[in-house]
């Protein structure tokens, strides 16, 4: 898609809760210097509190009750060219593909969708449509990530071998376990909804994407946790506060809570990249750390926001945490406001210009397949499964679009 003739481009948000506000990142995008006019025409919501936060939020905007709404009928035109889905996980697949047939631009919201299944027939749908589908893996344009990719493709720690993720989910009984995030019919597993970052990041760092995934994993902590309330109708932000401690003594929990706080995934990738990814939810510090090892030495970075650092270590020695060098990890010092902006960019000038995107839905239905996969793992007695191939239709329609994202060569020293 490329605008042409009217220099507009009419957006949509669809799902008008906790992360709606990157919908704002439209106006900052800044395709008005270039020429377009891009900008939130309307907003869906299935619920009264949604519709009325996107009339705050957007109030040129037409609200409407549903993403069907923004879909025209009887030849009438479609409201927007192009919608931002933001709705529960477990609603993606249904919205996505309902929009990419009626020739909707799609930008998702992580993850792609909760099974395998369903985000092959998101991917399928783009390919017999033809419809842009854009997967908002915003971390991969964190600075962290950024540096770390940019150290492998110097060559400064030889070809990857291994790459291996801690993630101390501290915020996790306020951002996960009140709410329908903690149900698994809603969301599957938090290695979908939380992971998908990271293990996206994974095959970004390795070069490949997973082909076999062992899990394992319990809910050790929170299904101890007896007070329970509905939150349906309230953010994340309405509970949130850091004095919510120590985890077995949260409260107001999700009715439903039978989602894994401590889980662990074991991946096999494509060209032989071992890799491993733990996720713990009641840790009292909320970060992630990534070791990458090479056959020239390793990186790991300390903090994963500006202020922390990326470390390198490429000459033998025993126990040192100095390492041979450091360095600062630019960016915002909490959350990622900044992989927001550059990911809706990214979408926007897509559809504006024509021009190429460095994140594939390939690579986003990879990490889908790894979270889901892991998931069933670790709910049937641990056992290796494989990740099943695309159609070669799909593959040859997204062929066009980078399916590693766009790591460089690696050389070595």
């Given amino acids: 898609m490329s605008i042409t003739s009217t220099?507009?481009?009419r957006v949509g948000v669809v799902g008008i809760g906790q992360r709606s506000y990157i919908a704002n990142h439209v106006a900052a995008a800044g395709l008005d210097a270039d020429g377009v006019d891009a900008r939130i025409v309307a907003a869906a919501d299935v619920t009264g509190p949604?519709?009325?936060?996107?009339?705050?939020?957007?109030?040129?905007?037409?609200?409407?009750?549903?993403?069907?709404?923004?879909?025209g009928t009887d030849g009438a035109p479609n409201l927007v060219d192009a919608?931002?889905?933001?709705?529960?996980?477990?609603?993606?697949?249904?919205?996505a593909i309902d929009l990419l047939r009626a020739g909707i631009a799609v930008y998702l919201e992580k993850p792609l969708a909760i099974t395998v299944e369903d985000a092959d027939a998101v991917l399928n749908t783009a390919a017999e449509t033809g419809t842009p589908l854009y997967v908002g893996h915003n971390f991969r344009h964190a600075a962290v990530v950024r540096l770390m990719?940019?150290?492998?493709?110097?060559?400064?720690?030889?070809e990857v071998k291994a790459v291996?993720?801690?993630?101390?989910?501290?915020?996790?009984?306020?951002?996960?376990?009140?709410?329908?995030?903690?149900?698994?019919?809603?969301?599957?597993?938090?290695?979908?909804?939380?992971?998908?970052?990271d293990l996206d990041v994974v095959h970004a760092l390795a070069g490949a994407y997973t082909s076999?995934?062992?899990?394992?994993?319990?809910l050790s902590v929170y299904g101890d946790v007896t007070d329970r309330r509905d939150r349906s109708d309230e953010l994340m932000t309405d509970w949130f506060s850091f004095d919510n401690w120590p985890p077995a003594e949260q409260t107001g929990l999700n009715p439903v809570v039978d989602v894994e706080d401590v889980s662990m995934v074991m991946m096999t990738l494509e060209n032989g990249v071992q890799a491993s990814y733990e996720q713990c939810h009641f840790t009292p510090d909320y970060w992630?750390?990534?070791?990458?090892?090479?056959?020239?030495?390793?990186?790991?970075?300390?903090?994963?926001?500006?202020?922390?650092?990326?470390?390198?270590?490429?000459?033998?020695?025993?126990?040192?945490?100095?390492?041979?060098?450091?360095?600062?990890?630019?960016?915002?010092?909490?959350?990622?406001?900044?992989?927001?902006?550059?990911?809706?960019?990214?979408?926007?000038?897509?559809?504006?210009?024509?021009?190429?995107?460095?994140?594939?839905?390939?690579?986003a239905r990879a990490a889908v397949a790894a979270g889901a996969l892991a998931t069933r793992s670790l709910r049937n007695g641990s056992v290796p499964i494989?990740?099943?191939?695309?159609?070669?239709?799909?593959?040859?329609?997204?062929?066009?679009?980078?399916?590693?994202?766009?790591?460089?060569?690696?050389?070595?020293?």
């Fill in 83 to 95: 919608a931002i889905v933001t709705t529960p996980d477990w609603t993606h697949a249904e919205i």
């Fill in 288 to 363: 992630r750390n990534y070791t990458v090892i090479g056959t020239h030495g390793r990186l790991e970075n300390i903090g994963d926001t500006g202020g922390g650092v990326v470390k390198v270590w490429n000459h033998r020695r025993n126990w040192d945490v100095a390492g041979d060098v450091e360095y600062p990890i630019d960016g915002v010092e909490d959350g990622h406001a900044d992989a927001d902006l550059l990911t809706m960019t990214e979408f926007l000038r897509s559809l504006a210009f024509g021009e190429p995107t460095t994140l594939s839905p390939i690579a």
């Fill in 149 to 158: 990719r940019d150290v492998i493709a110097r060559g400064e720690i030889g």
């Fill in 386 to 413: 494989d990740v099943p191939p695309l159609p070669d239709a799909t593959l040859r329609h997204f062929a066009t679009t980078p399916d590693r994202d766009d790591v460089p060569e690696r050389t070595t020293r």
């Fill in 164 to 197: 291996w993720v801690r993630h101390f989910v501290g915020n996790g009984g306020d951002y996960y376990f009140k709410d329908w995030h903690a149900d698994r019919s809603r969301v599957n597993s938090l290695l979908l909804q939380k992971a998908s970052h």
């Fill in 50 to 71: 949604g519709r009325q936060r996107a009339a705050e939020a957007w109030p040129d905007a037409t609200v409407v009750d549903g993403h069907r709404a923004l879909i």
């Fill in 7 to 9: 220099r507009t481009l």
């Fill in 212 to 218: 076999r995934v062992v899990g394992m994993g319990s």
